[in-house]
């Protein structure tokens, strides 16, 4: 999370007028700017920036915000890289974000790249289904040279082909789930309803360690029950305790490096151990 003041500091030292010129062309209207919408098309401008507020406002669209939401939308970036390019135009230094949090961006833009290369290979692999995939870019004017410069690829009909490749990789399912890149069908076929590694959620969430109010929140914002619920994790046991004590069924998955250390107090141990997700199908 980057500091509220670091955020203050940026928005003092940055003027929404100029930021917003750069994109559009903007009329002086009193105490406003006003200029045709960049996020719709239209005719007639509807679109203002608000000096004294430091904001701006689409009345054709709805859409409105400060600069840094503004910098969002016009460049389709995240909220970080808005603020970072914003702090490059006015000087200063790139935000420092926690640790915790510094780690799992990362982890999302590997996986993400990842993900890529994924698709990529599958578009040059030899199947007929690839192959009718590089007759429809073709159809669309793109040579080879254009498909590997942007890294063009296809998906797969069978929709698990780049899950398994993910969690092959070390990513944890909640990770890949999160992102929207792919569920473990099975998972899905044996009628959990949800499922999360509790590590992963924890530090989305800035929780060093889960308690009855983290999976609390956690259920509620999935439309879960408890028992409804199973909580699988593929890291140390910290997290199993909480978990049961919320009536949660939980799983521990023994996988790499994670050896699992059988805890003193009964409460702590899982409800099952299991070596990889397979099994899964035998005890739920």
């Given at each position: 999370?980057?500091?509220?003041?670091?955020?203050?500091?940026?928005?003092?030292?940055?003027?929404?007028?100029?930021?917003?010129?750069?994109?559009?062309?903007?009329?002086?209207?009193g105490?406003?700017?006003?200029?045709?919408?960049?996020?719709?098309?239209?005719?007639?401008?509807?679109?203002?920036?608000?000096?004294?507020?430091?904001?701006?406002?689409?009345?054709?669209?709805?859409?409105?915000?400060?600069?840094?939401?503004?910098?969002?939308?016009?460049?389709?970036?995240?909220?970080?890289?808005?603020?970072?390019?914003?702090?490059?135009?006015?000087?200063?230094?790139?935000?420092?974000?926690?640790?915790?949090?510094?780690?799992?961006?990362?982890r999302?833009?590997?996986?993400?790249?990842?993900?890529?290369?994924?698709?990529?290979?599958?578009?040059?692999?030899?199947?007929?289904?690839?192959?009718?995939?590089?007759?429809?870019?073709?159809?669309?004017?793109?040579?080879?040279k254009?498909?590997?410069?942007?890294?063009?690829?296809?998906?797969?009909?069978?929709?698990?082909?780049l899950?398994?490749?993910?969690?092959?990789?070390?990513?944890?399912?909640?990770?890949?789930?999160?992102?929207?890149?792919?569920?473990?069908?099975?998972?899905?076929?044996?009628?959990?309803?949800?499922?999360?590694?509790?590590?992963?959620?924890?530090?989305?969430?800035?929780?060093?360690?889960?308690?009855?109010?983290?999976?609390?929140?956690?259920?509620?914002?999935?439309?879960?029950?408890?028992?409804?619920s199973?909580?699988?994790?593929?890291?140390?046991?910290?997290?199993?305790?909480?978990?049961?004590s919320?009536?949660?069924?939980?799983?521990?998955?023994?996988?790499?490096f994670?050896?699992?250390?059988?805890?003193?107090?009964?409460?702590?141990?899982?409800?099952?151990?299991?070596?990889?997700?397979?099994?899964?199908?035998?005890?739920?």
């Amino acid at each position: 999370m980057i500091p509220h003041e670091y955020i203050e500091e940026l928005t003092r030292r940055t003027d929404i007028v100029d930021v917003v010129g750069n994109y559009v062309q903007l009329k002086r209207k009193g105490r406003l700017y006003g200029g045709l919408c960049p996020f719709h098309s239209e005719k007639t401008p509807s679109f203002y920036v608000y000096p004294d507020t430091q904001s701006f406002y689409c009345f054709g669209c709805g859409v409105g915000g400060d600069v840094i939401h503004f910098v969002r939308r016009i460049n389709s970036i995240d909220y970080t890289e808005a603020v970072k390019m914003l702090a490059a135009r006015a000087g200063m230094p790139e935000p420092q974000e926690d640790d915790k949090t510094g780690r799992l961006r990362s982890r999302i833009l590997s996986m993400n790249k990842e993900a890529a290369r994924y698709f990529h290979a599958c578009l040059n692999s030899t199947v007929e289904e690839a192959r009718q995939a590089r007759a429809y870019w073709r159809r669309r004017g793109l040579d080879d040279k254009t498909i590997v410069r942007f890294g063009l690829g296809y998906a797969p009909d069978d929709g698990q082909g780049l899950y398994q490749y993910l969690r092959d990789k070390g990513y944890l399912i909640s990770v890949i789930a999160n992102q929207g890149l792919g569920t473990e069908k099975r998972l899905e076929n044996w009628g959990i309803r949800k499922y999360f590694d509790s590590v992963t959620a924890s530090a989305e969430e800035g929780v060093a360690k889960p308690d009855l109010e983290f999976f609390r929140r956690a259920l509620n914002k999935a439309g879960c029950s408890a028992e409804s619920s199973v909580m699988i994790g593929d890291r140390l046991d910290n997290d199993i305790a909480p978990a049961k004590s919320f009536g949660m069924r939980t799983v521990w998955i023994k996988q790499g490096f994670s050896v699992y250390c059988s805890p003193t107090c009964p409460q702590e141990q899982p409800d099952h151990i299991i070596s990889n997700l397979s099994e899964l199908k035998n005890i739920l």
